[in-house]
């Protein structure tokens, strides 16, 4: 099957400090790609949609401005986590899909944040 | 977008097998059923897909009835390592509204 990449796969940083995560499909063309957090022993909880080129489209309750969002090219997508605080601790991972998958999303390994 | 309904979690033994069933009673003409396992701290794995009726691929079956108001992952012969997380995601894929999970349902196999 298709393959998703995530970088780094766990990252520590200082509250107030900026963090970007890399999703990247590896051997398919992800015209659309999706953020999600969760939580210990909760459900994936869908962050937002992006769509190569286009301003991503966040979920009722996700601030925007906090969690910056570029769907640069066809393969990467980026996900950056400003002024972090201990409560955006958290599992981070993304998805993609594109019409060589017969739209099937693909999961990536999952970024673990801890902000200390 | 069709909500789903699963049990919170189940028990089972090595060797047996696991069916989760999974209720979507708003299911749309468009929504397809799609299934899903996580282990702990991996992104999910794709298991099965279906629109209707049975599908079966080298690891489960998805049986669907006519109404396709509920849906039934079937794990045949369950190992230890089938112990996850399962969540069935229903929705219109082109239309990127399947992308929204429910709680999952917890599987134990216990040897």
Redo the contacts between chains.
Sequence with gaps: ?AV?S?HPSRVICKSGTSVKIECRSLDFQAT?M?W?RQFPKK????MA?SNEGSKATYEQGVEKDKFLINHASLTLSTLTVTSAHPEDSS?Y?C?A?GSATS????????T?LTVT | LAKTTQPISMDSYEGQEVNITCSHNNIATNDYI?W?Q?FP??????II?GYKTKVTNEVASLFIPADRKSSTLSLPRVSLSDTAVY?CLVGD??S?N???????TRLTVKP
């Design positions: 099957g998703v995530q659309t999706f999600y459900s994936l909880m869908l949609t599992f991972i998805s899909r739209y099937e999303q693909y999961f990536g390994p999952g673990r | 799609t899903y996580q701290s991996q992104g999910p794995r794709f897909q969540y894929r082109r990127n399947d992308m929204r999970f429910g709680a999952g």
